[in-house]
């Protein structure tokens, strides 16, 4: 058998990325990419919105459609693109900075409209792009280039929120446990209604070098430990789960989504 | 086909001539004085087989119009004062990637929530430069209800012909005004639809411009497959840092407004043949104007009025041309700092006395305070 590369939707000539060495979201783009061969997704039919961060320059590797906006707001973009034409693919890149702390309104909305996006949000716990700030997602007590003692706030899970806010599909993987998340990214893809695949990575330029994970290799170690299925996270103490995420589908339901429910009520107003 | 009359309200004729100049998407968040226009499009979009959205912002507002316009919809949005300030960054992507879109501001009187029921015309300045980054834009400026309608319209058709965001700068008189208004018979004004590329999928580039210095745009979903971005970008669409393709495209984006200034510009004169003093208005204040300068003339007085329809680019040409006749020009506006006044006395020069007439309380211009300016000696 023969595996997708995602090749086909690679710009020509566009090597070597912008990325750093040791950066995640080469793996993450490629993972995505393979899932869209393996759906059989056309450039056609597809646009991928951007936000604005390290991962947000991926469209600029991309010969599908795109659009890649503001900081914070490619949810909001992505919504008017899907509620216009529902037959799109509209899949959505954020960063942490991006999707959940400048953009937690629009992606609380998104979620809560159900509406039919799939948002790969890469979550490397900090502002890549602009020197290794905080984000809402890095951890108590960990160091950026903002918090150099120690960040003082408490961090955001991602999932979680997707969750409360109605999201039909949300899984966590890494972009260590590449495989899985080429079939997460698919699930989610596959899903009607608003989908969030959150992917942890490593940002070794800044948030590695700020704790004591500089090299590239040591993040990912701490992926693959730190990373680990409901049923594991389960048997561990309460004292033990610190540092520790669970990995996989965390939310899988129906409810129908944006869309449908906007044709339905359409369909009222012309027949009133 | 005859036309219908109705009573109606300013921000229902700027709906309603939005749908009659085929939008069908629209994105808002409510505010007063422009919520009518969303209730409008809540009502009328979903029946014509459009889409209203009511998003979480403004800043989600502008951005989903944003994206349904390059889905292939005419779409706009509505808002005021602190909702337009919140717009401008998204504004600043739509003139970066050349988005055909139309943006209400119905002006209200500030700073920041100031008095969020009562009329201004104190965003001329922020409509123009409000966005960093050097740019051009369109701004319209009706003064009836009649001009809430076919300004909206003239607003889409300037939106699709030449690939811009266009701002229909109106205010909370006109906006919350009821005036009959004869509604253009289906087909009875022209209609604009954006230009589609006529070359191969493989040839297109949305951002090459053709001989008009317009570049055909396609939509999400067609067989033309395209990128559009906030960054510099090349013809193709792709991010390009290069200096002589950044110089080019700041300069595009401001050319191709400009070649097409004298059908963009729009003024209306009143009187102006044989004046000694010239008002010159927009927006609901050209009402006041209008009534002031027949007052004067009553009086002995030859006033005469221009209207500015296009408030952006600024009706230079226009205003230069009736400048040999007068000596005098009084700018009635309802903000402190004149900045339409300003602009007047830019075009002028400084040997022409300018009467500026200023209200920034809430409370609307009468004839009466321009009367008191022009008979000031
Ligand atoms: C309105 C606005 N504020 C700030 C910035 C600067 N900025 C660019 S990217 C970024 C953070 C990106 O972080 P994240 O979304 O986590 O992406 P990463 O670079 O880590 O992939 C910031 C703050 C901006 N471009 N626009
Ligand atoms: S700064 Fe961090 S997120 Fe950005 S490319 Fe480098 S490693 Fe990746
Ligand atoms: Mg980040």
Redesign the interface.
């Known amino acids: 058998m023969t595996h997708a590369t995602g090749l086909k939707y690679l ?1 020509n000539g566009c090597l070597p990325l912008m990325w750093c060495p040791g950066c995640g979201h080469g793996i993450t783009l490629g993972n995505m990419l393979r899932a869209f061969e393996e759906l059989d997704f056309t ?3 597809t ?1 991928v ?1 951007t936000g ?1 961060g390290c991962w947000g320059k991926a ?2 590797y991309l ?8 900081h914070g ?1 490619a949810l ?10 529902p ?2 693919n509209v899949v959505v890149l954020m960063g942490d900075g991006d999707g959940v702390t400048i953009g937690g ?2 992606f ?2 998104a979620a809560r409209r159900n509406i039919d996006l799939t948002a790969i949000i890469v979550n490397n716990y900090n502002y890549g792009m602009t020197g290794g700030q905080v984000s809402a997602t890095t951890p108590s007590d960990r160091r950026t280039s903002t918090t150099v003692y120690g960040n003082p706030e408490r961090e955001l899970d991602v999932c979680a929120l997707a969750e409360a806010a109605g999201a039909n599909y949300v899984a966590r993987g890494t972009v260590y446990h590449g495989w899985d998340l080429k079939n997460l990214i698919k699930e989610g893809l596959s899903k009607k209604g608003f989908s969030l695949v959150e992917v942890v990575s490593p940002c070794p330029t800044h948030f590695g070098r700020n704790n004591n994970m500089k090299v590239a290799v040591k993040m990912l170690n701490w992926l693959k430990e730190k990373g680990v299925t409901k049923e594991k996270y389960a048997q561990l103490t309460d004292s033990q789960k610190d540092g520790y995420f669970i990995i996989g589908k965390l939310v899988d339901r129906d409810a129908p989504d944006y869309n449908t429910r ?1 044709e339905e ?2 369909a009222r ?2 027949g ?1 | 086909m005859e036309r219908e009359t109705r009573l109606v309200q300013g921000n229902q004729a700027i709906a309603e001539g939005a749908i009659y100049a085929g939008a069908r998407f629209y994105a808002g968040y409510p505010i007063t004085p422009s919520s009518e226009i969303a209730e409008e499009c809540s009502k009328l979009l979903p029946k014509v087989g459009g889409v209203y959205m009511q998003m979480e912002d403004e800043i989600a507002s502008i951005a989903a119009m944003v994206g349904a316009s390059l889905a292939g919809a005419k779409s706009f949005t509505a808002t005021s004062g602190p909702g337009f300030s919140l717009m401008q960054e998204n504004l600043g992507l739509a003139v970066m990637g050349e988005v055909p879109c139309v943006i209400i501001n119905v002006q209200r009187a500030g700073p920041s929530t100031g008095l969020a029921t009562k009329p201004a015309q104190s965003d001329v300045m922020q409509v123009r430069w409000g966005r960093h980054g050097d740019q051009s834009i369109i701004a319209l400026s009706p003064a009836t209800v009649e001009e809430c309608f076919t300004l909206t319209v003239k607003a889409f058709n300037f939106a699709e012909k030449y690939r811009v965001p266009v701002v229909l700068a109106a205010d909370e008189i006109v906006a919350h005004m009821r005036e009959n208004l004869s509604y253009p018979a289906p087909g009875e004004l022209e209609i604009v639809d954006r230009k589609k590329p006529s070359v191969s999928p493989e040839e297109y580039k949305p951002f090459l411009p053709e001989d008009d210095d317009i570049a055909p745009l396609a939509a999400y979903g067609s067989e033309y497959v395209f990128h559009v971005t906030s960054s510099m970008h090349g013809y193709d669409g792709y991010s390009n840092n290069n200096p002589a393709n950044a110089e080019w495209r700041v300069a595009q984006l401001h050319r191709k407004i400009e070649r097409y200034r004298d059908e963009i510009v729009m003024t209306k004169t009143f009187d102006t043949e044989d004046m000694d003093i010239l008002l010159i208005a927009f927006g609901a204040t050209t009402r006041a104007a209008r009534a002031a300068a027949l007052q004067a003339r009553e009086m002995g007085i030859k006033a005469g009025v221009l209207q500015l329809l296009t408030i952006w680019p600024f009706p230079d040409k226009e205003i230069a041309a009736l400048g040999p006749r007068i000596k005098t020009v009084v700018v009635p506006e309802m903000n402190y700092s004149g900045q339409v006044a300003g602009e007047v006395q830019r075009v002028l020069g400084p040997n022409i006395e300018i009467r500026r007439v200023n209200r920034y309380n809430g409370t609307i211009i009468t004839p009466k305070d321009i009367l008191k300016v022009i008979n000031k000696e």
Not at chain 1, 76 to 85: D, M, P, R, S
């Open positions: 710009k450039n056609e039919n646009v919105v604005i469209d600029d010969v599908t459609n795109a659009l890649h906006t503001t707001r909001a973009f992505a919504t008017g693109v899907k509620a216009y034409n037959k799109l309104n629009h609380i909305h906007y009520i359409r107003a012309m009133s």
